[in-house]
């Protein structure tokens, strides 16, 4: 019997997988810096989170290829002396989680909300997509500003899992409501065709209905948007960590590390926020780029 995977592979968006390099190459990327970020106390050299094992003397390193660098620090150090390298590498996991994290609370708001206006309709319909269309008035960046402010000012001394939720909950906010949009104009369609209403006749409940045969239907053109909305999302936290309203200073994520290293950028210590600047925008493109060819594989005109 065929594995999973080989029955993948053998159908049409596996076979557009394989004849796609860039996919190939943007997927492989992003499987390398999620198995790091995954793994970051194993496949980091250093934990540069452990004061006890930092040294002030190793500070503002330059890369080993310098004249100046170490071995020990292939990428240089920062201004406390912390490994750049394995400062990506957890770093990346914070800036993965909290993407990931804030992208799986979108689309289940999201596809609640457009599933339920799509198939009730009626005043529902007419409240959640006035809901969305206050939601859209407002810059997304501004609103994630406005919650992780408000959240830093009533928790000032919370724990780091109450700070992270804040910041997940910030960047859901407005990311919901491009899911239940698209969900809504999709159910829209999916009602009125034959196998709802064969449903219907049959005493299927509503609930039923939307779960078991009008959700899968919908997902396609979510699933696609959710690949997109994941870099959108680690940028989203990059941001608000650079502005310093985002992860805590005790678990920097990327956003953080660029901007500690941005006040050393013209002082020739250009490494502490170029190579996380650099990590970041590998993570957003090749994520982008498995978006826009999943977009293409699913769309039926294109095959």
């Known amino acids: ?18 004849t ?17 970020s995954l793994f970051a106390g194993w496949v980091a050299p250093h934990n540069p989170f452990d004061l006890a094992t930092l040294e002030l003397s190793d500070a503002r390193l330059p890369p080993a290829w310098s004249e100046m660098g170490s071995m020990k620090y292939p990428l240089g150090t920062d201004d406390q002396g912390r490994d750049i390298l394995s400062a990506l590498i957890y770093g990346a996991r914070i800036s993965l989680v909290v993407g990931l994290a804030s992208v799986v609370l979108s689309v289940v708001v999201g596809v609640a909300f457009g599933l339920l206006a799509g198939f ?3 005043w529902i319909d007419a409240v959640l997509m006035r ?19 408000v959240g830093r000012a009533l928790f000032p001394n919370a724990h780091e899992s109450l700070a992270f939720g804040v910041l997940i909950i910030s960047i859901s906010l407005t990311g ?28 299927v409940s509503p609930l039923r209905i939307m779960r078991k045969h009008v959700l899968p239907n919908v997902m396609g053109p979510v699933m696609v948007l959710a690949t997109i909305q994941v870099a959108t999302a680690i940028i989203t936290e990059a941001t608000l960590s650079f502005l310093g309203v985002g992860a805590p200073p005790t678990s920097p994520s990327l956003g953080t590390l660029i901007r500690i290293g941005n006040d050393y950028l013209f002082s020739g210590e250009w490494w502490i926020t170029v190579f996380p600047g650099a990590m970041l925008v590998l993570i957003a ?17 294109l095959r």
């Open 285 to 301: 493109l090749s994520v982008n780029l498995l978006g826009d060819w999943l977009r293409d594989a699913l769309n039926p005109r």
């Open 131 to 149: 809901l969305c269309d206050v939601m859209l008035s407002f810059p997304a960046i501004l609103v994630a500003l406005l919650i992780a402010g």
């Open 1 to 18: 019997m065929k594995t999973t995977l080989a029955r993948w592979l053998d159908s049409d968006v596996g076979y557009s997988f394989r």
């Open 20 to 36: 796609s390099p860039m996919a190939m190459i943007a997927a492989a990327i992003a499987l390398i810096c999620v198995f790091c």
């Open 176 to 203: 919901w409501v491009q899911y239940a949009r698209t969900v809504r104009g999709s159910t829209l369609v999916e009602r009125n065709k034959e196998y709802v209403q064969a449903a219907r006749v049959t005493g």
């Open 120 to 122: 009730r309709g009626g």
